[in-house]
């Protein structure tokens, strides 16, 4: 991945989070505390969540035992700062890709530019990817707790975007919440089978279906 896992950012509860993060993957690695989180990443595709150990963890991160639980109290709480760090980065490279202008300025563009990003993270990194998107479901009630927050957030973005395209045009069907969460429920579902199949280094193909999906239930285009 070009940036990563060093700041510990919380999941947001609705508005996707401002600003950037581009800490390279180098300086996380530099710390002990990135080194086991992207330990905990490959660990988790490798094994799964239920049969990863925090021997498996500090091994891959090449620290000690007693240095684990300086930063964490058990693997729940590392797969959870994993988690909570991962989407937070995630977020950011889409604030990043899509500007820091109004929601209404070309809304079709923004859609492709946010979905291509979250791709392009996903793909950079499959370890992760398949840990965020697979491994969540099986790592207990706070991780399914984070993941709905993500949804969520996601959710919210639409919601939003949907709202400015309908004061330009009436006729635009409204987005409501719900319909909004089953967007975001598709999307990572395709992913999902996508990184299942073990093409998540290719998820950028789906840059443009993906696109078309989300606009015609978003931000559809004026016909005629």
């Not at 300025?105 to 791709?119: T, Y």
Request: net charge negative.
């Amino acid at each position: 991945m070009q940036a990563s896992f060093l700041d510990q950012l919380p999941v947001p509860p609705g508005q996707l989070p401002a600003g950037r993060h581009s800490l390279t993957r180098e300086v996380v690695l530099a710390s002990q505390r990135g080194r086991l989180l992207d330990a905990m990443a490959q660990a988790v595709a490798d094994r799964g969540y239920g049969a990863t150990t925090v021997a498996h963890v500090v091994a891959r991160a090449g620290v000690s035992r007693k240095t684990f639980y300086e930063h964490f109290s058990d693997k729940e709480d590392c797969f959870l700062a994993l988690y909570d760090t991962g989407i937070g980065y995630v977020l950011g490279r889409i604030v990043e890709a899509v500007g820091d202008g109004p929601v209404d300025s070309e809304p079709h563009a923004r859609l492709a530019a946010g979905l291509r990003a979250f791709l392009d993270v996903l793909a950079e990194e499959p370890a992760f990817s398949r840990t965020i998107v697979r491994e969540v479901h099986a790592a207990g009630a706070q991780a399914a707790a984070r993941r709905r927050a993500t949804l969520e957030a996601f959710a919210q973005r639409y919601e939003e975007i949907n709202a400015q395209v309908r004061a330009k045009d009436p006729s635009i069907p409204s987005l409501g919440h719900d319909a909004a969460l089953a967007v975001v429920g598709a999307i990572l579902e395709l992913v999902g089978i996508w990184i299942d199949d073990d093409r998540a280094r290719r998820l950028p193909e789906l840059t443009g279906l993906l696109t078309d999906f989300v606009e015609r239930h978003v931000a559809p285009r004026a016909t005629g």
